[in-house]
């Protein structure tokens, strides 16, 4: 049994038609959903700290939701509950599709990235085959952490957090089965993560994690946090 605290990290594909904007509005069908599933239940489970979610910018039709618990075996017994089956369903009723996995994130939870004055959050994701080694994952590690002390100089910069998936069968359309790295880095605006990105600096710290994974994903997401004191009686 595992006590390593972790993020739930679940990319949601939402139906034709229904706003992500709308997802965190209670006034709304899809908000009454949302307060009904994750406010309501998700959030009250044992050993659930917080949940945070935001639509994908690039992909408005992708709302990423990250759930921090004190370990794997809480998520895992929430599954097991009979209040479980009624939630998911629920849930699912928004959705055309989903992926969901755990990260232990270091130095800590993405949400001390996401409320640490950054106005919007940069999620990296790397894929990486199912069977990619220990050796070859600490090797990426240290490659990432080179690359990171130029991104931490950046203007606009306020964090970064980063963790390796718990599962190492993740489905992926276009990857295959995976193992995935995750970083959540937070920025001041979009603008000054996308001035980096076009900057010198950047182009040559890249060059070292370059090529290394099967497929890589970048987005920007605003998250915003289910506290208890929103949710409507």
């Given at each position: 049994?595992?006590?390593?605290?972790?993020?739930?990290?679940?990319?949601?594909?939402?139906?034709?038609?229904?706003?992500?904007?709308?997802?965190?509005?209670?006034?709304?069908?899809?908000?009454?959903?949302?307060?009904?599933?994750?406010?309501?239940?998700?959030?009250?489970?044992?050993?659930?700290?917080?949940?945070?979610?935001?639509?994908?910018?690039?992909?408005?039709?992708?709302?990423?939701?990250?759930?921090?618990?004190?370990?794997?075996?809480?998520?895992?017994?929430?599954?097991?509950t009979l209040v479980y089956g009624p939630f998911f369903q629920t849930l699912f009723s928004l959705l055309d599709d989903g992926?969901?996995?755990?990260?232990?994130?270091?130095?800590?939870?993405?949400?001390?990235?996401?409320?640490?004055?950054?106005?919007?959050?940069?999620?990296?994701?790397?894929?990486?085959?199912?069977?990619?080694?220990?050796?070859?994952?600490?090797?990426?590690?240290?490659?990432?952490?080179?690359?990171?002390?130029?991104?931490?100089?950046?203007?606009?910069?306020?964090?970064?957090?980063?963790?390796?998936?718990?599962?190492?069968?993740?489905?992926?359309?276009?990857?295959?089965?995976?193992?995935?790295?995750?970083?959540?880095?937070?920025?001041?605006?979009?603008?000054?993560?996308?001035?980096?990105?076009?900057?010198?600096?950047?182009?040559?710290?890249?060059?070292?994690?370059?090529?290394?994974?099967?497929?890589?994903?970048?987005?920007?997401?605003?998250?915003?946090?289910?506290?208890?004191?929103?949710?409507?009686?």
């Open positions: 049994m595992s006590y390593t605290a972790c993020t739930e990290i679940a990319l949601l594909q939402l139906k034709a038609g229904i706003k992500a904007d709308d997802f965190s509005d209670p006034s709304t069908e899809t908000g009454t959903v949302v307060v009904e599933t994750l406010k309501k239940i998700l959030k009250i489970q044992p050993g659930c700290q917080r949940v945070y979610f935001g639509p994908q910018i690039e992909h408005p039709d992708v709302v990423a939701v990250f759930v921090d618990w004190d370990s794997i075996q809480s998520h895992k017994d929430f599954m097991t992926n969901m996995f755990h990260v232990s994130f270091q130095p800590s939870s993405p949400h001390k990235v996401t409320s640490n004055g950054g106005q919007v959050t940069e999620v990296v994701v790397y894929y990486f085959p199912s069977d990619y080694s220990e050796a070859k994952m600490e090797e990426f590690e240290a490659l990432w952490e080179g690359f990171s002390e130029h991104t931490k100089k950046a203007e606009g910069f306020t964090g970064v957090t980063l963790g390796w998936s718990h599962e190492s069968e993740i489905e992926y359309a276009t990857a295959g089965k995976s193992k995935v790295y995750v970083g959540a880095l937070g920025w001041e605006s979009i603008d000054a993560h996308m001035a980096y990105r076009d900057s010198k600096v950047f182009s040559e710290g890249a060059a070292s994690i370059r090529g290394k994974a099967t497929r890589v994903e970048m987005t920007h997401v605003k998250f915003v946090e289910c506290f208890e004191d929103q949710i409507q009686k």
